[in-house]
C-alpha cells in the first residue's frame, strides 16, 4: 500500500472520528413542543444577582433553540431540553420570574409592564419587567416556550421551568431528562388554588344555597387606621349621596353597587392597586362567575349569600362605613343603641326587605327578622317553620298549695318592619328577644300567678288566667316595639296527687249527679203512672158525663112534658069540671045521690086498673042491685 494511500487512510479516519466525536454529539433535535436550553461552558462570570447570561457571559443563555435541528458545539454548549408550557382546562398557570428588576421591600409580586412580555426573556429584562410572582396569570389552554431558568410556571399538577436556586433533590424524570421535581407545596401553594375559581350555587348545610366569594388581598397598601375591609374610593361616594338627599334606599342600592369593574373582579390585580385598592379584607365580594386568580395575591373563602324571604326583613349591624355619630337617626328619642342611616357603622335604620344580597358577612351582620305573625311554644316540641322555640320548654310553677304545675303554652308575637332596627338595637338578636325577654316575662308571670291560687282555683279559672296573661305580656313587650297577638294554654300536666284528689271529686260529683237522675227518673214515673191511670178513667169519666148530661136532659124534658100536661090537665079538667057539674046533677037527678057517689066511687077506681066485680055474675039480680052490677061492669070493660 502506497503511502499516498495511508496517509488519505489516516485522514479519513480522523475526519470520521472528528465527525463521530465532535460534529454528531453537537447536532441537537428539539421535539416540536419542546425548547433546548443552552448553557454555555466557558466565558466571563455572570453577575450574583443574575442566572441568565445575556452577553455571552457563562451559564444559561438567554436564547433558547427552538424545535427543529440544530447545532451546538458540544465541547462550548450543554443544551437540555424542556417541554412547553401547557395549562390544562379548567386551571390556571402562575408565572414567577427568575429575572428582571428586584422587588422593592415588602413587596410580594412584581408590578405588571405590559410591554414586558415574558414570552421573550431579553425583552422581559430591557423593559422593565421584575422578578418573583407575575401579577397576570395564564389562563387556561395557554401553550408557549418559556425559557425554563427565566420563568417558571405553576399549574395544579406540575411545575415548569429549572430554580435557579436548586435546593431540591436531584432525580431521574421519567423521559431520563436531568430535572427537579417541584409541586405546588414547594411554593407554599395549594393545588386547588391553581384551579379557575367558580361561584356558583353549592350545598351547604343540606341545602342548594347562593354563593358569593369573599376577597382577602394579599398584597397591597395598607388599611386606613380603623377600617377592617378595603373599599375603592372609601366611603366618599356615600357622603356625596347624603349631600345630594339621596334616601336610605338609594344609599343601600349605593352601598351594594360593587366597583369590582374597575379590576375586572380582581383578575387584573395591578388595576386593582393603581384604583386605590389595600391589603387585607375587601369590601366587594365576588357573584356567580369564573375567574382567574392569582393565589399568591387574591385568597376567596366562599359564603351563602344574604337571602331575604317573603314575611322577612333583614336588619343590618354594619361594622364598616362613616362614623356613627354623622348619621345617627332620632339620637335624643331613641335611647337604646345607634340608629344609623346606610352607609355608616351601627344599625342601619332602614333594614332590608325581600331579596337577595351580595354583601361581605365580615362587614355587616344580617339578623332576619319575621315580620309576619309567629307561634312560639313552650313545649317539648320545636316550630319547624322558624325553630325560635328550640330553647323553650313547657313552664314550670307551683300552687299556693305546693302543687307543681307543667304549662304547655303558645304565644303569637308580630314586629312590625318599620320597627325591626329599634327591637334589634334593644335586645341584640332575635333569639335574644326570645329567650331572655319573651321566656322571662311569660315564665315570670305564670309562677306569680300560680304561687297566688289554689291548684283548683287555677282549674277553674283557666280561661281568666290566659285572658289576664295575655294583657300582661302584650304591655311587657310593647316596651320592646313588639306586639303581642295572645297568650293561649295548650295543656297543663297536673300533679298525680292531685289528679287522683281531682278524679275522686269528679266520681263523687258524677255518683251524686247519677242519684239526682235516678230520682228525678223516678218522680217522673210515677207522674207518668198518674197520667195513664187517669188517662184510663177518662172514658169512664167521660161516659159518667154524658149519662148525668142525658139525665139531666131527660129530667129536663120530663119537666117541661110534665109542665105542659099540668096545663092541659088544667085546662081539660077545667072543661071537665063543668061538664061533670052538670053530669053529677043529672046523676043525682037519675041515680039519686047515694047512687052517683057509688057510682063516681067505683069510677075512680076503675081508673087505677082494679077490678072490683067478676065479669060473669052467676044468678041475677033486680032492682038497684042488678043496674049497678051492671053498671060497674060496663064501666070495669071500657077501662080494659
Known amino acids: 500500500m502506497s503511502a499516498g494511500v495511508i496517509v488519505g487512510t489516516v485522514i479519513g479516519a480522523v475526519i470520521f472520528l472528528a465527525w463521530l466525536f465532535l460534529i454528531l454529539p453537537s447536532i441537537r433535535v428539539i421535539g416540536p413542543t419542546e425548547v433546548g436550553l443552552i448553557t454555555k461552558r466557558f466565558g466571563k462570570k455572570l453577575s450574583p444577582d443574575n442566572p441568565i447570561a445575556f452577553n455571552g457571559e457563562a451559564g444559561y443563555q438567554a436564547e433558547l433553540l427552538m424545535p427543529g435541528w440544530r447545532f451546538k458545539f458540544w465541547i462550548w454548549y450543554i443544551v437540555e431540553k424542556f417541554p412547553w408550557v401547557q395549562v390544562p382546562a379548567g386551571e390556571i398557570g402562575v408565572v414567577i420570574a427568575q429575572v428582571g428588576h428586584s422587588l422593592p421591600i415588602g413587596a410580594k409580586s412584581g408590578k405588571y409592564v405590559p410591554e414586558a412580555t415574558i414570552k421573550d426573556v431579553r425583552e422581559f429584562v430591557d423593559k422593565g419587567g421584575f422578578k418573583g410572582v407575575q401579577r397576570p396569570v395564564l389562563p387556561p389552554g395557554s401553550l408557549m416556550p418559556l425559557h425554563p431558568v427565566g420563568f417558571l410556571v405553576i399549574t395544579r399538577d406540575k411545575v415548569y421551568g429549572l430554580p435557579a436556586n436548586i435546593q431540591l433533590v436531584e432525580h431521574r424524570d421519567e423521559d431520563g431528562r436531568h430535572g427537579h421535581k417541584l409541586l405546588p407545596k414547594h411554593f407554599g401553594l395549594n393545588p386547588d388554588w391553581l384551579q379557575v375559581t367558580v361561584i356558583k350555587p353549592e350545598p351547604v348545610e ?48 349605593l352601598i351594594i353597587g360593587s366597583k369590582n369593574n374597575k379590576h375586572n373582579n380582581y383578575q387584573d390585580f395591578q388595576a386593582f392597586l393603581d384604583s386605590g385598592g389595600k391589603i387585607g379584607l375587601q369590601h366587594d365580594p365576588l357573584l356567580y362567575g369564573a375567574y382567574l386568580l392569582n393565589p399568591f395575591l387574591v385568597k376567596v373563602d366562599k359564603n351563602p349569600m344574604l337571602i331575604v324571604e317573603q314575611g322577612e326583613v333583614a336588619v343590618i349591624k354594619s361594622y364598616v362605613g362613616l362614623p356613627e355619630a354623622e348619621g345617627r337617626v332620632n339620637a335624643t328619642e331613641f335611647k337604646f343603641g345607634a340608629l344609623v342611616r346606610p352607609g355608616h357603622r351601627g344599625i342601619w335604620a332602614e333594614p332590608l326587605k325581600t331579596g337577595k344580597y351580595a354583601i361581605n358577612p365580615h362587614c355587616y351582620m344580617a339578623e332576619i327578622v319575621p315580620v309576619s305573625i309567629i307561634t312560639l311554644s313552650w313545649a317539648d316540641h320545636v316550630t319547624k317553620a322558624h325553630e325560635y322555640d328550640v330553647q323553650l320548654k313547657p313552664i314550670d310553677a307551683k300552687s299556693r ?47 306569680d300567678k300560680l304561687q297566688a291560687l289554689a291548684a283548683v282555683k287555677f282549674i277553674e279559672t283557666r280561661q281568666a288566667v290566659q285572658e289576664e296573661a295575655s294583657r300582661h305580656i302584650y304591655e311587657k313587650m310593647t316596651q320592646y316595639h313588639v306586639e303581642s297577638k295572645g297568650v293561649y294554654i295548650q295543656d297543663v300536666i297536673l300533679p298525680p296527687q292531685l289528679v287522683e284528689v281531682l278524679t275522686n271529686r269528679e266520681i263523687a260529683n258524677q255518683q251524686i249527679e247519677t242519684y239526682k237522675k235516678q230520682e ?104 038497684l042491685s042488678g043496674m049497678l052490677t051492671a053498671l060497674i061492669a060496663k064501666t070495669v070493660s071500657k077501662k080494659e
Open 206 to 253: 343540606g341545602k342548594i344555597r347562593d354563593i358569593v366569594g369573599i376577597v382577602t388581598t394579599l398584597e397591597g397598601d395598607p388599611l386606613p387606621s380603623g377600617d377592617i375591609a378595603g373599599r375603592l374610593g372609601g366611603f366618599t361616594d356615600i357622603e356625596e349621596a347624603k349631600a345630594a338627599k339621596k334616601t336610605d334606599a338609594e344609599l343601600i342600592e
Open 401 to 447: 298549695e305546693g302543687f307543681l304545675f307543667h304549662i304547655d303554652l303558645q304565644v303569637q308575637i308580630h314586629i312590625a318592619a318599620a320597627e325591626a332596627p329599634a327591637v334589634i338595637s334593644m335586645v341584640g338578636t332575635m333569639q335574644n328577644l326570645i329567650t331572655e325577654v319573651l321566656q322571662a316575662a311569660v315564665g315570670n308571670h305564670f309562677r
Open 520 to 623: 228525678e227518673a223516678q218522680k217522673q214515673r210515677i207522674a207518668m203512672e198518674q197520667q195513664t191511670g187517669l188517662a184510663d178513667k177518662q172514658k169512664e169519666l167521660a161516659g159518667a158525663r154524658v149519662n148525668v148530661e142525658i139525665k139531666q136532659r131527660g129530667a129536663e124534658a120530663r119537666k117541661a112534658e110534665a109542665d105542659g100536661e099540668s096545663t092541659y090537665l088544667e085546662q081539660t079538667n077545667a072543661a071537665t069540671g063543668i061538664g061533670k057539674a052538670k053530669g053529677y046533677k043529672e046523676q043525682i037527678a037519675a041515680l039519686g045521690v047515694e047512687g052517683t057517689t057509688l057510682v063516681n066511687v067505683i069510677t075512680a077506681l076503675a081508673d087505677k086498673g082494679l077490678k072490683f066485680v067478676p065479669e060473669i055474675v052467676a044468678g041475677g039480680d033486680s032492682g
